[in-house]
């Protein structure tokens, strides 16, 4: 599966945004598909990820702030981020576990298609 994440911007401290990814290819999107995100000088970190059912986990620092959705028929993944902090600049990826995979991971090494990331940057 390839993925194209997009919709990264710069913003300001308080605004939203929201993050697209587009799964193409034989397979199409995965049962489950996640959001990373890496800052500079910093790990790749996990944000939030989806099942196929519409069950969702996310990282502590987001929660409240951020929704994951998905549209199937689209073969598409959302990230809609609320409330924005200048902590939150980071390049997003999108992720997809493999297909034969129903259950969510937060675990980075789970996944094994990943998209070329979008930067979103929050200044103050």
């Known amino acids: 599966v390839q993925l194209q994440a997009s919709g990264g911007g710069t913003v300001q401290t308080g605004d939203s945004l929201r993050l697209s990814c587009t799964a193409s290819g034989r397979t199409g999107i995965s049962p489950v598909m996640g959001w990373f995100r890496q800052a500079p000088g910093k790990e790749r970190e996990f944000v939030a990820a989806?099942?196929?059912?519409?069950?969702?986990a996310y990282a502590e620092f987001v929660k409240g702030r951020f929704t994951i959705s998905r549209d199937n028929a689209k073969n598409t993944v959302y990230l809609q981020m609320n409330s924005l902090k200048p902590e939150d600049t980071a390049v997003y990826h999108c992720?997809?576990?493999?297909?034969?995979?129903?259950?969510?991971?937060?675990?980075?090494?789970?996944?094994?298609?990943w998209g070329q990331g979008t930067l979103v940057t929050v200044s103050r």
């Open positions: 989806i099942a196929w059912s519409g069950s969702s």
């Open positions: 992720a997809a576990r493999a297909q034969s995979v129903t259950v969510i991971r937060r675990d980075i090494r789970a996944y094994g298609s």
